[in-house]
């Protein structure tokens, strides 16, 4: 395994695959995880400095909930071009660009600092070249804890786009162009305290949270890659605060996904959920987002797949993926939005990886897409 440090290579003698590899252990090297708002502030600094400098188009910097973001506006853009800079935490290790063969792993390599990489060098050379492409662009720090930054921004009117796309998808490298929708909800049983010695005192509702887990699970099986149906995934658990205490209440996070087919609305999803639960449960939700589904035969989507095709020369699916991203946010006020990025896989894990080989793709993709917009 080798270990990138920062490259002594002077930028202007390196090669671009050199280059590639010097930037994404740069990005990755950022801490932008949540609640470090200072340092994902300076992330997005420098990606200004470093990829923008010779842009002329209009900055517009501003922070939503305490998180920045940075938008890049054109004046007639025929395309928005988004994505987010904020990581999930990680081992301290994973902060390090790390290589075998192939394959780059780090947090942030795929989901997704090394997918925003190729195009940010295909930009700053078309800039540098005079050549400045019609497209506006959007980098949030808010996305892996479901932020407000783009709803924020739709409100105000200063996202008015034809299309918006991204390179945030899973593991497929194929263009994505729908998206189940997403709830989170709160599940809780609710009991009567006691001391733990004395259990008989009270009534202890972790026993009654464990059997609507059960009865969830089974009528909300986990499925595999291959289906489409809605998902109900138990994450985050709390009981009592003391180890010889009963809890008033039991609680469990509910990870929901939803086929707008199945479910039209997260109120339908819910309804669902709800006729499963026993007595003495209640679920209640604090975070929705939209499905997303755009036309396959929309003009970006086929002006992409082609481009793909010419570059990667195998063909390249349209479909769909199960995860939530901000593209979705686009759909749900009118907006064509879709996704395409380079292959890798591991996300939000410890052996987070991208291929190198695909992100030289995603160059010379991003590169002659820039330039059939301009």
């Known amino acids: 395994m ?12 390196a090669s671009l695959e050199e280059r590639m590899i010097q930037e994404l252990a740069k990005l990755i090297s950022f801490r932008s995880i949540v609640g470090a708002n200072d340092v994902k502030k300076l992330c997005l600094e420098y990606i200004e400095k470093t990829f923008f400098s010779s842009s002329p188009l209009e900055r517009i910097r501003g922070e939503v909930k305490d998180c920045p973001y940075l938008f890049l506006q054109h004046k007639n853009p025929k395309l928005l071009w988004f994505a987010h800079t904020d990581v999930v935490p990680g081992e301290e290790g994973q902060f390090t660009l790390q290589r075998e063969g192939d394959i780059l792993l780090g947090r942030g390599v795929k989901d997704m600092k090394g997918a925003i990489l190729p195009f940010l060098l295909a930009y700053r050379e078309a800039c540098e070249r005079g050549d400045v492409p019609p497209v506006s662009i959007l980098l949030t720090s808010d ?22 796309f991204t390179p945030d998808t899973g593991s497929s490298p194929h263009i994505v162009v729908e998206h189940k929708g997403a709830l989170w909800a709160s599940l809780e049983a609710k009991g009567k305290g006691a001391h733990g010695a004395m259990p008989w005192k009270g009534k202890n509702p972790i026993p009654l949270l464990a059997e609507a887990i059960q009865r969830l699970t089974k009528a909300f099986p986990e499925g595999g890659e291959g289906d489409w149906h809605m998902t109900v995934t138990p994450t985050q658990l709390q009981g009592s605060k003391a180890k010889n205490q009963i809890p008033e209440t039991a609680s469990c996070v509910l990870d929901i996904r939803f ?21 003495g449960c209640t679920v209640t939700p604090f975070i929705t987002t939209p499905s997303l589904k755009t036309d396959p035969a ?20 349209i479909g769909r993926e199960h995860g939530a991203t901000e593209a979705q946010f686009f759909a749900a006020v009118g907006i064509p939005a879709f996704l395409y990025g380079p ?3 591991g996300l939000h894990a ?3 990886w991208v291929s190198l080989a695909s992100l030289m793709q995603q160059y010379e993709f991003s590169t002659r897409l820039l330039k059939s917009l301009s």
């Open 2 to 13: 080798t270990v990138f440090f920062e490259s002594k290579t002077p930028k202007g003698k």
């Open 143 to 164: 996305e892996e804890i479901v932020g407000q930054t783009i709803p924020a921004l739709l409100q105000k009117g200063l996202l008015k786009v034809p299309v918006a």
């Open 259 to 279: 086929p707008p087919e199945v479910h039209p609305t997260a109120e339908e999803a819910l309804a669902c959920i709800r006729k499963e639960l026993p007595a």
């Open 298 to 317: 929309h003009p970006l989507v086929q002006l992409v797949k082609s481009i793909a095709e010419e570059v990667t020369e195998e063909t390249v699916l």
């Open 343 to 345: 292959k890798g896989g």
């Open 350 to 352: 410890p052996d987070e």
